[in-house]
Structures are given as structure tokens and as C-alpha cells.
């Protein structure tokens, strides 16, 4: 079984671009987390995705936004991008809604902001 | 608040030894708790998930306790290896609603030759 796959594994942008990350969860995972993890902090939540809709957001200005497409693999768009971006973007993917099912962490993309 | 705490912050030990690492948390109500472990700039990978009635769960040289009165659970890691280095993320899980995890910061485990 595939795990979850995150695109593209590294990634340099300028300030004041935008990007936008990529993620496939588990066949038949619905659910979709996205975490930003910066350097040596915790895990802060960002975005949930389930069925399509967005279901829940971290604490996060609007220009982090995605969405899920109808295959469940989702998009994380980060606009005017800032120094302070810069980070280890995880996605996760689960078969149930509220974390009762295990959560699949994907291998990240690093984002670094210059 | 629902909180996770996670201790020490960092630790080092020699190849070969023991260690433990705790969590303590304030989630409620309580769904269950995994332990995961991530390398450096990867994707955390799970060890250990426990429910409320689970005391001990092993994977290997891990074991994972979970005393569920005192809201605290424990990772112990048996005879150290090299590959062991690695951040070791607490994770508590609520009842009630949904994306309801809560992260630990994690403990920073550097084991030397």
C-alpha cells in the first residue's frame, strides 16, 4: 500500500511569492490534515479536509489556503509569502473523521523562504 | 486548556542504553494517545497508539505506559541504537469532535557512539 505522498519534497521561493504544495493520501483515506512544522518547534495545525470541504483551520492568516479534489488529494497555496514561512510542511491522511483511525504522516516538503 | 507536555526536551545517551520519556496531558476527554517518532526532516511515523483501558504496549525496544488517572504515559526504549535518534512526538486524541489531536513539542533524542 502506498503511503502518503507529498510533492515536491524541497522547494526555495522569494519573499512575496506564492506556492503551492501538493499531497495524495492513502487509498481510501477521505481525510486530509496539513501541518506546519517549523524548525525545531512542534507540529502546528494548519487546514482539514474531508469529502472535499474544509472542515477545520489552524490559527493562520487567510493566505494559507487549499483545497481537496474529488480523487481526496489535497492542495496547500501559501500567498505573499514571508520569511517566517520557511518550514517542514507535513500532510497527514485518515479514514475517519476526529482521529480515532491512525494518522499517516506524509514525508514533507521543506520550504525555505529567501 | 487541553495541553500535551512532553520532557525532557532533549537527551542524550550512550549506544547501548536506556532511556525514558514522558508525556503528561491535560486532553478531555481522552480518546487515545500514540507516540510517534521522526527523523530529521521527515514525516513522523507511529510507535504506539493506547486507548484509555491499555497499561503497556510494546513495538519492539519500545514500550509505551499509559496510566490514564494520572494523565500521564511514558516511552521507554530499550538497549539504544544509533538509527533511535530522533524526535519522539506525544500525541492525545479527544473524544469528542473531529481533528481533535493534540501535539507534544516532542523530545529530542541524540544517541552517541
Known sequence: EAG????????????????????????????????????????????????????????????????????????????????????????????????????????GTRLTVV | KNQVEQSPQSLIILEGKNCTLQCNYTVSPFSNLRWYKQDTGRGPVSLTIMTFSENTKSNGRYTATLDADTKQSSLHITASQLSDSASYICVVSQKTGANNLFFGTGTRLTVIP
Open chain 1, 4 to 107: 502518503v505522498t507529498q510533492s515536491p519534497t524541497h522547494l526555495i521561493k522569494t519573499r512575496g511569492q506564492q506556492v503551492t504544495l501538493r499531497c495524495s493520501p492513502i487509498s481510501g483515506h477521505t481525510s486530509v490534515y496539513w501541518y506546519q512544522q517549523a524548525l525545531g518547534l512542534g507540529l502546528q495545525f494548519l487546514l482539514w479536509y474531508d469529502e472535499g470541504e474544509e472542515r477545520n483551520r489552524g490559527n493562520f492568516p487567510p493566505r494559507f489556503s487549499g483545497r481537496q479534489f474529488p480523487n481526496y488529494s489535497s492542495e496547500l497555496n501559501v500567498n505573499a509569502l514571508e520569511l517566517e514561512d520557511s518550514a517542514l510542511y507535513l500532510c497527514a491522511s485518515s479514514s475517519y473523521r476526529g482521529g480515532d483511525y491512525g494518522y499517516t504522516f506524509g514525508s
